[in-house]
């Protein structure tokens, strides 16, 4: 049996690196980074190596699961199918079609099957209870996005390669490896803006491992970075040093900008966000002067009180100083799949929308089709008409992941009926009543849709199967494709080929539209894609119709599948380029500055000028080894030092009474968690910070390694009646929390 090198992007968070795997047979011998890929130039980070462990964990499902009662059995597929038949769309005829809510987890991002056949399931569902991790993480992002550009993926990330000066806020992208900024390696990347002679500026809580790596470091008060940009934006108009340069002809709203920040001095900013007012002026002038330029805010902008504020304010600042779609500034990626801002009229647009339907309990605004999943327990919990009564969860854990997961469970434990497809039986999955295993990584073929639109560098990779999946079971999209059949009133036993050809010709009548396409029948794209199925034949199809695509001929230098096949270790598309007007999608046809939706929620934001900083509060974090909780059940990933710990500065702990490496006890008005203690001045005083996706003490699971570090989880203490307004994110940053010795 001969060595084999087989390269595939890694698919475990947002970097997308380049892989070069070995195998012999169905072993797999080495997992090194690809030195000829690109885009991450041979990068590689402990998750890499782990997609080795995650496909031989024994831990993994590989047969689908049915519980009775508090005994689970495998069983064949025809059986789990057959379970859901009887079960499912009987609850849908008695209850209506929103009493089942489906629930999309982070993974389903980073797979392609998932990502492209979950919609079909999800219209078929026609379900209005929508929910998914995007709302504990980045909702604020896209709501603003969508009101100042037109479509909610049309979020500006920094030219990093390019940019002197660099602000980021509320983010460790050395740790998380870049977040809704596809960047691979981008510890080198912020390294090289300083070896160029650019300057990079970290404001947050706490002194992360960016932080260190930065010129200069300045605390913030969690949840007051919107305070912080008013500011520097009040600063800019006060000094006259807005520049909108290119962006001028195509921005509206900047004097309406300027009257909304004049309350929003330094000064007045100052006691409240701890940061001084003579370095809220600097940062303001050196964003000003910097030759090029661009602000950058991630999870810590997104989950707090303020989050779509936060996130709006971000561009604000680069749009005035001249640094929103130029080089080195934030600039728009021109994906070559997937991207709804590389298709229809360039330049205008319908525009963006929230609130076409609101929560039943709470009346939250739908937000991208989803409602915050914070008030996924009150929906199941509340008796009357759309009561929530199934689930389908795909690829996530939001008992670990969202606000109060205590009550959450509680609220799954009482489902009449829940289908989960996951590969491990976790926090969530164990109130299943069926689990259909997903495929390993490693036997599905791979391109990231959804993270390649927010890419530093126009780039695209396929990569093939590493391993031939069994042949005694589904593929994932198939999965999919079976629950759609058994909605659709088909059975258990659907022919998924069938479906397949029909969600393929859907999507090919839609692409029709585009020009190169134009006089093309639906059977004549049909037959050229043949003989492809499944994700890669809508892939194919996205890649030629793309704006890099060969158009089924039109460009016969262009992309498609085939040229992706041929180019293993990726295809360079080149730098970012200037996008404005053509990316826009508003229906002004120009930059909205100061968006309605936006501009009503200010006055919150003024009214917390008034406030006094009180006690102590609770921040999360991130761990280079830990993306997501499945993470844990891996050895290579949770070995070394305790990691799930409460860090706090030492005064704190002083004052407190607490001591390093003892257990502390943390309570909140939504629960009560016990963690070591990690005394370090890399906290801001008043702050304490645990990281997310721990707790895996729950019974009924099973993930021995996971469980073996069980750690707490701090999602436990964030309450699920605080949301942002706007996005309905949850606020898991800037808890107000006490604290006290355990013992």
Known sequence: METTTRYRTCPLCEATCGLEIETHGRTITSIRGDDRDPFSRGYICPKGPALKHLDTDPDRLRRPMIRRGTTW?????DDAFAEIDRRLPALRATHGKDAVAVYLGNPSVHALALTLYSRALLRV?????????????????????????????????????????????????????GSLMTAPDIRERLRAIRARGGKI??????????????????????????????????????????????LAEHTHGVDRVAELARPFTPDAVAPVTGVPADVIRCLARELAAAESAAVYGRVGTCQQEFGTLASWLVDVVNALTGNLDRPGGAMFTRAAAGAANTHGTPGRGKGFQTGRRTSRVRGFPEVMGELPCACLAEEIETPGEGQIRGLI??????????????????????????VSLDIYLNETTRHAHVILPGLSPLEQSHYDVALWQLAIRNYARWSPPVFAPPADRPTDWEVLLRLAAIVLGQGPAADTAALDDFVARQQVGAALHVPALAGRTPDEIMAALAPRRGPDRLLDLMLRTGPYGDGFGARPDGLSLAVLEAHPHGVDLGPLEPRIPE????????????????????????AALARKPN????????DLRSNNSWMHNVENLVRG?????????????????????????????????????????????????????????APGTRMAVAAAHAGV????????????????????NGTPITVEPAH
């Open 713 to 732: 989880n701090c999602n436990l203490l964030a309450d699920e009646e605080a949301l942002d307004p706007l996005s309905g994110n949850a606020i898991l």
């Open 615 to 622: 006690g102590l509060v609770l921040v999360g974090r991130r």
């Open 201 to 246: 500026v970290v404001v947050d809580p706490r002194r992360s491992r960016t932080a260190e790596d930065a010129d200069v470091h300045h605390f913030i008060r969690p949840g007051t970075d919107a305070l912080l940009l008013f500011a520097i934006v009040q600063t800019l108009f006060a000094e006259g040093l807005v520049r909108l340069g290119h």
């Open 125 to 177: 569902l026609g379900t209005r209870s929508i929910f998914s991790a995007s709302t504990v993480d980045q909702m604020p992002k896209h709501i603003s996005a969508g009101f100042m550009f037109g479509l909610p993926l049309s979020i500006p990330v920094p030219d990093v390669d390019r940019t002197q000066y660099l602000l980021i806020l509320g983010a460790d992208p050395v740790v998380s490896n």
């Open 73 to 77: 059995q495998e069983v064949g597929w």
């Open 641 to 697: 030092r305790e990691r799930c710990t409460m860090q706090v500065h030492p005064e704190d702990a002083a004052a407190l009474g607490l001591v390093d490496g003892a257990p502390a006890r943390v309570r909140s008005r939504a629960g009560t968690i016990e963690v070591p203690v990690e005394v370090t001045p890399a906290m801001m005083r008043g702050v304490a910070s645990v990281p997310h996706g721990w707790g895996h003490d």
């Open 583 to 606: 990316v826009l999608r508003t229906p002004s046809g120009a930059v909205e500055l100061a968006p309605d939706p936006i501009v009503a929620d200010v006055p919150r934001l003024r």
């Open 393 to 418: 969860t795909i690829a996530g854990n939001p008992v670990l992941s969202t606000p109060n997961g205590y009550r959450l469970a509680r609220a799954l434990a009482g489902l009449d009926f829940m």
